[in-house]
């Protein structure tokens, strides 16, 4: 069974920039797997950031971006801010209908 | 505004059922793929279910295979989480959310449902 793969921490400086990503035990994340991500804090719903791949979803300030950067999908955070202290989720689409979550990673901001 | 309202949490006894409900407002409901998606306390997001506009097609996660049935009445612009043989696993908080593109859009608030004796 293929999991979904996600680093369990980061932290990042105040303005500064950090790389989020999203792989596969086995194999390589593609355009064709659809990445998505969505952003959670304790105690709250989610809220989507990002969908196929690079399309931020409504809102979403342009502080967020995604990409595929080697084998990988991955969620970028540009000048980052104290409310971006956060967990992050990425979703696979691995066809026939079934999305699969990565275990998330819990970013700090310090 | 787009709204989704879940209902119908609460506390079962293992083997027992429940049905979730999910009220959508703001939007064109029929139009949208509709997710449902599950976090267990101290856990992680797990998706657990999918249902086209139509309500012809229907997918789960193999950890809800042949117990949960999504369902969905678009003349009342609610999508419905039948929920049977519950296990103590299925503890969790329960999310719907509209899934344009493969993914999930605007999500509900959530409704906790609890499997305990």
């Known amino acids: 069974q293929t999991v979904v793969t996600q680093e369990p921490s980061f932290s990042v400086s105040p303005g500064g920039t950090v790389t989020l990503t999203c792989g596969l035990s086995?194999?390589?994340?593609?355009?064709?797997?659809?990445p998505s991500w969505y952003q959670q804090t304790p105690g709250q719903a989610p809220r989507t950031l990002i969908y196929?791949?690079?399309t931020r979803s409504s809102g979403v300030p342009d502080r967020f971006s995604g990409s595929i950067l080697g084998n990988k999908a991955a969620l970028t955070i540009t000048g980052a801010q104290a409310d971006d202290e956060s967990d992050y989720y990425c979703v696979l689409y691995m066809g026939s209908g079934i999305r699969v979550f990565g275990g998330g990673t819990k970013l700090t901001v310090l | 505004e787009v709204q989704l309202l879940e209902s119908g949490g609460g506390l079962v006894q293992p083997g027992g059922s429940l049905r979730l409900s999910c009220a959508a407002s703001?939007?064109?409901?029929?139009?949208?793929?509709m997710s449902w998606v599950r976090q267990a306390p101290g856990k992680g997001l797990e998706w657990v279910s999918v249902?086209?506009?139509?309500?012809?097609?229907?997918f789960y996660a193999d950890s809800v295979k042949g117990r949960f049935t999504i369902s969905r009445d678009n003349s009342k612009n609610t999508l419905y989480l039948q929920m049977n043989s519950l296990r103590a696993e299925d503890t969790a908080v329960y999310y719907c959310?509209?899934?344009?593109?493969?993914?999930?859009?605007?999500w509900g608030q959530g409704t906790t449902v609890t499997v305990s004796s």
């Open positions: 703001g939007f064109t409901f029929a139009t949208y793929a």
């Open positions: 196929s791949t690079n």
């Open positions: 249902i086209g506009g139509s309500g012809r097609s229907t």
């Open positions: 086995s194999g390589s994340v593609s355009t064709n797997y659809y």
């Open positions: 959310a509209n899934s344009p593109n493969y993914a999930m859009d605007v």
